[in-house]
């Protein structure tokens, strides 16, 4: 038997990105040798070790990174700075850490003060999720056919990186490489404000009079059905990604704001060439990914 | 045998809906005897022909409506006066008329006038449908589980409103009537707004800079390709949905965009509880639409 990609693991948050990597490990046994786990709810770490995820589990993160030869951070971004100052100290020389959150420049930023020169940090975003949270939401696979982009900082180890980049790869991901803040750009597009406007309009149809809120309901149709399942994402992991891809989420913000006026007023004054025009647009974006295989 | 639900019956306009229709009654000879088809396009009508959805098309609506015991309008809201003001004189006395329209107020409005008194007038909304257009994108069980919403004016013959009933149940689907001016509402938060999100996003991202939209396209997340897929429906159908149901319509872009202001607000001041607070909120009104199966 050839030695498995990594000796010993240790996950840290078992949510639906966790859990999902541990059961990929669980599939493929030539990934890791040992996988042990941390989340700081006890029931999730009994949950944990009733799945068989992991060959331990317990709310000691400092403990169960202590001799892995890769930790993985799944945890709301919002938790990386603390999680990183707890067990930085802890991580052995030569140690690959890496982490799935969904913005990149303020993780670098908050996590890297608290790593020794020994340790290799490459962060990582699997593009990939549902709706549900928790260790009893993942599966396998969760990340086949979708991208995870790293985000390496400057002078990253190459060897590291191409570790983190054969576990996803195994894991049925395609990986590309970018910088963080183009990272954070383009998630605030198709994933950020996306999920801001879904939890939007779901939260302005909570504020409706109450016949016309369970009509809406009752009636739901394509389009705020979608958004519904968008807003039902985890809200402490959203919370988190919003603050800390402020400037990008803010910017987009203001250019759709500025869109939606125009068609605002264009409905405003019966101006069906405006809305024609761009309906007929948008039709190629569409296109676009179902070429390239997205859809 | 028994007599069929309608003798003869007439589809105008073979789009996605249309269409779906003319396979439902292909699918079950006991909902009509004979099924004539008309639409403005002649590749459109060869097309109907080929595919053995109806015994007859051409592109002259008046002359497929004489003689029909039910009339179907499925075209664009915006054709409807004008395509209500060509076949009204030719309907016969008793024929009953409905159509498929996503506003009510202004079709029955736009419509009503030109129909004689002996003709029963049903107008019909089915929320159901894709994000594909035409002849081709039809299929028998487009209306299966989903509402049907009947919209009949004051005084309409109630044995007329159960005949069109019965034809959407045949159909799989479920009948509510309701008040053209609620359904109108209603609608314009589970769908119209939605629609014009979906369209407003997409637009936004067309006009990135160039390598920032190719990575958008390439690494499209869930959120941003659930809302391409939206914003590829049929341009005409929406701009003419927008032109008539303009002030429910303008009237929920208000209240969302106060509400995206105010999450906009939360974002730029660092206001996480705010933020996760919404959130969690929207996660209920999930949770109410599954319990409704229309998830």
């Not at 990186?161 to 954070?184: F, K, N, Q, Y």
């Not at 801001?196 to 009079?209: K, N």
Request: aromatic residues 6%.
């Amino acid at each position: 038997m050839t030695a498995p990609l990594f000796p010993r693991v240790a996950i840290i948050g078992l949510g639906l990105i966790g859990s999902s990597l541990a059961r990929c490990f669980q599939a493929d046994p030539t990934l890791a040798g040992t996988v042990v786990a941390a989340d700081r709810s006890d029931a999730v770490c009994a949950r944990v070790l009733d799945l068989g995820l992991a060959a331990e589990a317990g709310t000691d993160a400092a403990a169960a990174v202590t001799g892995a030869d890769l930790v993985i951070l799944a945890v709301p971004i919002g938790a990386c700075a603390a999680l990183a100052a707890e067990i930085g100290p802890r991580l052995k020389p030569g140690a690959i850490l890496t982490d799935v959150g969904s913005v990149k420049e303020s993780v670098v930023r908050d996590m890297l003060p608290h790593l020794a020169a020994g340790v290799h940090f490459v962060p990582g975003h699997p593009i990939a999720g549902t709706e549900h949270s928790g260790p009893d939401a993942g599966f396998a696979s969760l990340f086949q056919g979708r991208w995870c982009i790293l985000t390496p900082p400057a002078g990253t180890d190459p060897d590291a990186v191409e570790r983190v980049a054969t576990l996803w790869r195994r894991c049925g991901s395609m990986v590309e490489v970018m910088e963080p803040g183009h990272h954070d750009r383009v998630l605030a597009i198709t994933s950020h404000l996306p999920h801001l406007i879904a939890y939007t309009i779901v939260g302005t149809a909570t504020d409706l009079e109450e016949h016309l809120q369970s009509a809406v309901i009752r009636f739901s149709a394509s389009g705020f059905r979608d958004f519904t399942r968008i807003a039902a994402s985890d809200p402490v992991m959203w919370r988190d990604i919003f603050l800390n891809n402020r400037e990008a989420v803010l910017e987009i913000i203001q250019r759709f704001t500025e869109d939606l006026t125009a068609l605002q007023r264009a409905i405003r004054w019966g101006e069906g060439e405006t809305l024609e025009a761009l309906f007929t647009r948008t039709r190629a974006i569409r296109r676009g990914i179902i070429d390239a295989k997205q859809a």
